[in-house]
């Protein structure tokens, strides 16, 4: 029985063959497959971590752009893990204001602006992006700006009327 099952499928295979077109193998066919992308693949390891001297100031310029409206504070800066830094902004004038900010890191960096008592951001930012908030001062006021990493990282910020 199992002889007469594999002559029979070796009759009916026999007797199926596929034909290709003509210049589907010809080796000196000059169309290529476009390069694939693909949406999902990672991210370089190394992207994410900090930099010094003149990659920190390309950086930056990098990820805060020419600012529409008057810029008034721009800070920057290295972190080591576990550091915390704050800076105070000049007197600004009462207003709307775009504040812009971004990190590169391994890992989230959180940022804290104040006005007085008056917490008007409160952000842990996932480094490779940026964000930018609008606040509203209802009077001259100067901005506290906390950074604080738990990773080494790189921080920059952007304070401009809007």
């Not at 390891?45 to 810029?71: C, K, M």
């Not at 576990?82 to 204001?97: C, M, N, S, V």
């Not at 008592?117 to 409160?122: A, F, G, K, T």
């Amino acid at each position: 029985m199992v002889l007469s099952v594999a002559v029979f499928l070796g009759t009916v295979l026999s007797g199926c063959a596929y034909e290709y077109s003509a210049d589907h193998w010809d080796d000196e066919s000059t169309s290529a497959a476009p390069p694939t992308t693909d949406a999902a693949l990672p991210q370089d390891p190394h992207l994410n971590e900090p930099v010094t001297g003149e990659e920190l100031d390309d950086w930056v310029d990098a990820v805060l752009p020419d600012a529409e409206g008057q810029v008034l504070h721009t800070g920057f800066g290295t972190l080591e893990a576990d550091e915390e830094r704050k800076e105070t902004t000049a007197q600004l004038p009462k207003g709307t204001y775009a504040v812009t900010l971004a990190c590169r890191s391994t890992r989230r960096v959180s940022f804290s602006i104040e006005n007085g008592e008056d917490e008007l951001v409160d952000l842990s930012l996932r480094c490779g992006t940026s964000r930018v908030n609008v606040v509203q001062l209802a009077a001259d006021a100067s901005l506290s700006i906390k950074v604080d990493a738990n990773a080494p990282a790189n921080f920059a910020y952007r304070v401009s009327r809007i």
